[in-house]
């Protein structure tokens, strides 16, 4: 009897392990394949077009990026941005192929991208006759330096101006590693501004990072969302006094958003999303110092170099021992310092009060709006 139970007993154990095995054999198969499913989507929708068209089988060509520009600057309109469609960066670097014609030249993040001299609220009037905007999402002083690239010294003289945002985190190197789509251009300037070889970025870290996306469940969420636009035509507007229920980005490379109203300012705090790419124990670096003091150095015989700060939600500035108050502190501080010793000009300010701007003209936290950033100019600290 006991003979039977025990070898019972075994063949149910193998029954178990058989089954157990099965199971994960089938477990892995299915993540494997969902897993290639996410990369194939990532690679071919590639809502954020960072990945070379040759490796795509689904590849709308309809959308070259300096054709787009070209038309844009040649017409003076804008085009309803949709999703998926242009890599901000590569718009950016279309957009420098025209710096030279520029007045005005202005650097940054999305914080700043509604700067321009169209329609109502105009920013720079008195100081700008034509704006070329580089405002880029999650802009970083290393996008500054690549997208100068094209700046040429001999068709420039003083009474031209680059306008460089400060962020709260623009004090720092590789804040955003998405300037490496622009590497390149970065050493290229690097080498001018320093006058050395300097130590080569390396760009098999950018090319990690592109890889590990080709698996992010995010992007796979932003792909599906963008697989409608993917072979949409291109709807440009010539109107520019119309409102319009997208984005739309202009000639000048700024962009005109929507008005919406911003509510529960006070939830977004708690989420954390203030502290937008600030490092608490490491809110300023005396490399990017360093880096932008040469650029300053190498630009400022043939522009008058302008900092800018544009101000945060005034919602932000109640919790006195947050991380984005202390970084904004600092670096507003160090902004003049670093401005004395060169002899520079500052115009604006992280704190709303000081710029004359309320709760109402703020998209979020931290993007203000048109309104907002018109009054930035009427704020200016003299150095020079």
């Known amino acids: 009897m006991n003979f039977y139970i025990l070898n019972f007993s075994k063949i149910n154990m193998k029954q178990k392990f058989y089954n157990y095995k099965k199971y994960l054999q089938v477990f892995s198969l299915t993540f494997i394949i969902f897993l290639l499913i996410i990369l194939l989507v990532n690679l071919n929708i590639d809502p954020g077009k960072v990945y070379p068209n040759k490796f795509k089988f689904l590849n709308n060509k309809s959308t070259n990026v300096d054709d787009v520009v070209n038309s844009l600057i040649k017409n003076k309109n804008g085009i309803i941005l949709k999703s998926g469609i242009f890599n901000d960066r590569d718009l950016a670097r279309s957009f420098s192929k025209n710096i030279n014609n520029a007045d005005c030249i202005i650097f940054g993040s999305s914080h700043i991208q509604l700067i321009n001299l169209t329609g109502t609220n105009k920013s720079f009037k ?41 962020h709260p985190w623009t004090l720092n190197l590789n804040r955003d590693n998405r300037w ?3 590497i390149d251009d970065y050493e290229f300037i690097l080498k001018k501004i320093t ?43 010539y109107d520019l006094e119309k409102k319009y229920k997208s984005q739309i980005l202009l000639y000048d490379g700024s962009i005109i958003k929507p008005d919406k109203k911003f509510i529960d300012a006070e939830k977004h705090i708690k989420k954390g999303l203030a502290n937008y790419k600030i490092q608490k124990n490491n809110l300023i670096d005396k490399n990017a110092i360093f880096l932008l003091t040469k650029y300053i150095e ?46 520079i000009n500052v115009l604006g300010s992280f704190k709303p009060q000081k710029v004359g701007c309320d709760e109402n003209e703020f998209f979020d936290l931290l993007h203000p709006k048109k309104s907002c950033l018109s009054k930035i100019e009427k704020l200016k600290f003299y150095y020079k």
Not at 141 to 152: H, P, Q, R, V
Not at 158 to 163: H, L, M, T
Not at 195 to 216: D, P, Q, R
Request: charged residues 25%.
């Open 180 to 182: 490496q789509r622009n």
């Open 298 to 343: 190498y630009f400022e015989n043939n522009f008058e170099i302008i900092f800018l700060l544009s101000p945060y939600h005034p919602e932000v500035w109640k919790n006195k021992h947050s991380d984005v108050i202390d970084a904004m502190l600092l670096v507003e501080d160090k902004v003049h310092s670093i401005a004395k010793r060169n002899k």
């Open 195 to 237: 006058n050395s070889e300097g130590e080569k970025t390396k760009k098999s870290l950018y090319n990690n990072l592109l890889i590990k996306n080709l698996f992010n469940f995010d992007y796979f969420v932003e792909s599906i969302k963008s697989f409608k636009n993917r072979n949409s035509s291109l709807d440009f507007v």
């Open 126 to 166: 008195n100081i700008c006759k034509s704006i070329l905007n580089f405002g880029i999402n999650g802009g970083v002083i290393e996008d500054y330096i690549a997208l100068s690239k094209n700046i040429d010294l001999k068709k420039n003289s003083e009474n031209k101006k680059i306008f460089l945002s400060i």
